[in-house]
């Protein structure tokens, strides 16, 4: 994977957030020439600013997807072989809150990104990022396969639904000859790791508050879903650009599944407990009424058998080292330590097969 993207240019829409820092840093420290385009981080702190992600970016735009012709003009001079549409509102809860936003971010958004590319005579793949959240509920709770139906009751699940359907048609309607662009979508689990600070999140709630000594508090601690480490379809999106710009790439210009392996599916409660055995000095874990708070999906799960068989990735580290490396990377940031270097260390780690410690 390293020696692919060295002296490449790749644009990522969303550089600033949490799943964009991750992959500025691991793209750089393989040699990638990363252009940003996003507004500014939307936590304090963030992960952006504490590793340093600006430091060695090609360029850093700070501009609305709303801004078309910024956009636009971004990408022209950047000349991107590859494009990582990362930019969104990525929380369900804020979706309830506010959902004209939601839907003009994911939706137009991902439109505007798209028919920016068009006439892009560098772009050889186009990668965006969705989410596990745009299948339709059909109360099975069997994994979910990319052919399933799409749906989406809570405004950002069916904004990202609809994002996948803007996908399809640009992909069908300008992105269909043979010097084109590919363009795929990505659909990973619920992500975690060190340096989210997001609100309404479960894992970035449980180091708050064991950080302040406080105990955690569940809203809906029986729901199940496939955690996985950021890095992990990070690792899925990078091998998936890897094929979209080959050869052949136009058979690989469909939705993709990067998920955990379905042993490593947990309950709210069971990850919460987890972090607050290893985080120690009497971690607590609560539970609250859910009555008052919006719908959730009890169950999701995805299958990612396809992603395994036709482009050769599967994930590396199961959800307690998952666990135990975000933890680890919170206790260095409270230490004062170079987060910049704890951050490409694991990064590192992930890419050699570091076994745990």
Same mark, same amino acid.
């Given at each position: 994977?390293?020696?692919?993207?060295?002296?490449?240019?790749?644009?990522?829409?969303?550089? #600033?957030?949490?799943?964009?820092?991750? !992959?500025?840093?691991? !793209?750089?420290?393989?040699?990638?020439? $990363?252009?940003?385009?996003?507004?500014?981080?939307? #936590?304090?702190?963030?992960?952006?600013?504490?590793?340093?992600?600006?430091?060695?970016?090609?360029?850093?735009?700070?501009? *609305?997807?709303?801004?078309?012709?910024?956009?636009?003009?971004?990408?022209?001079?950047?000349?991107?072989? $590859?494009?990582?549409?990362?930019?969104?509102?990525?929380?369900?809860?804020?979706?309830? @809150?506010?959902?004209?936003?939601?839907?003009?971010?994911?939706?137009?958004?991902?439109? +505007?990104?798209?028919?920016?590319?068009?006439?892009?005579?560098?772009?050889?793949?186009?990668? $965006?990022?969705?989410?596990?959240?745009?299948?339709? %509920?059909?109360?099975?709770? +069997?994994?979910?396969?990319?052919?399933?139906? !799409?749906?989406?009751?809570?405004?950002?699940?069916?904004?990202?639904?609809?994002?996948?359907?803007?996908?399809?048609?640009?992909?069908?309607?300008?992105?269909?000859?043979? +010097?084109?662009? @590919?363009?795929?979508?990505?659909?990973?689990? %619920?992500?975690?790791?060190?340096? *989210?600070?997001?609100? *309404?999140?479960?894992?970035?709630?449980?180091?708050?508050?064991?950080?302040?000594?406080?105990?955690?508090?569940? @809203?809906?601690?029986?729901?199940?879903?496939?955690?996985?480490?950021?890095?992990?379809?990070?690792?899925?999106?990078?091998?998936?650009?890897?094929?979209?710009?080959?050869?052949?790439?136009?058979?690989?210009?469909?939705?993709?599944?990067?998920?955990?392996?379905?042993?490593?599916?947990?309950?709210?409660?069971?990850?919460?407990?987890?972090?607050? *055995?290893?985080?120690?000095?009497?971690?607590?874990?609560?539970?609250?009424?859910?009555?008052?708070?919006?719908?959730? #999906?009890? #169950?999701?799960?995805?299958?990612?058998?396809?992603?395994?068989?036709?482009?050769?990735?599967? =994930?590396?580290? =199961?959800?307690?080292?998952?666990?135990?490396?975000?933890?680890?990377?919170?206790?260095?940031?409270?230490?004062?330590?170079?987060?910049?270097?704890?951050?490409?260390?694991?990064?590192?780690?992930? !890419?050699?097969?570091?076994?745990?410690?």
């Amino acid at each position: 994977m390293a020696g692919y993207w060295a002296g490449r240019s790749v644009f990522i829409t969303g550089h #600033t957030g949490f799943k964009g820092s991750w !992959l500025s840093l691991w !793209l750089n420290k393989v040699g990638a020439k $990363v252009h940003g385009y996003a507004l500014d981080p939307n #936590t304090d702190p963030s992960l952006f600013r504490i590793a340093q992600v600006g430091s060695s970016l090609a360029s850093d735009t700070r501009a *609305d997807l709303a801004d078309f012709e910024r956009l636009a003009l971004s990408i022209a001079r950047a000349q991107p072989e $590859v494009i990582f549409h990362l930019a969104a509102q990525p929380l369900v809860r804020e979706s309830y @809150r506010n959902p004209l936003e939601t839907f003009a971010t994911n939706i137009m958004g991902t439109a +505007n990104l798209l028919e920016a590319s068009r006439g892009v005579e560098s772009i050889r793949a186009i990668v $965006v990022v969705t989410t596990d959240k745009v299948y339709g %509920n059909d109360k099975s709770e +069997n994994p979910h396969r990319e052919g399933d139906a !799409l749906g989406g009751r809570d405004p950002y699940s069916a904004s990202k639904a609809a994002a996948e359907l803007v996908v399809s048609s640009y992909r069908a309607s300008f992105f269909a000859t043979h +010097n084109s662009p @590919r363009i795929a979508t990505a659909r990973a689990g %619920n992500v975690i790791g060190g340096g *989210d600070w997001a609100v *309404d999140r479960l894992v970035p709630d449980c180091l708050r508050a064991f950080a302040e000594r406080k105990p955690v508090r569940l @809203r809906y601690p029986t729901a199940i879903r496939p955690w996985q480490h950021v890095l992990e379809p990070l690792s899925g999106y990078m091998c998936l650009a890897e094929h979209l710009a080959n050869s052949e790439g136009s058979r690989y210009a469909d939705a993709w599944n990067f998920g955990p392996d379905l042993v490593d599916d947990a309950s709210v409660g069971d990850v919460a407990q987890a972090m607050a *055995d290893m985080w120690g000095m009497n971690a607590s874990v609560e539970l609250c009424s859910s009555e008052v708070n919006p719908h959730e #999906t009890a #169950t999701l799960s995805l299958d990612s058998s396809r992603a395994q068989k036709l482009l050769g990735w599967r =994930p590396r580290w =199961p959800l307690t080292r998952a666990l135990k490396e975000t933890v680890a990377w919170q206790r260095h940031w409270i230490e004062g330590n170079d987060m910049r270097s704890i951050s490409e260390s694991q990064i590192e780690s992930y !890419l050699t097969g570091q076994p745990d410690e």
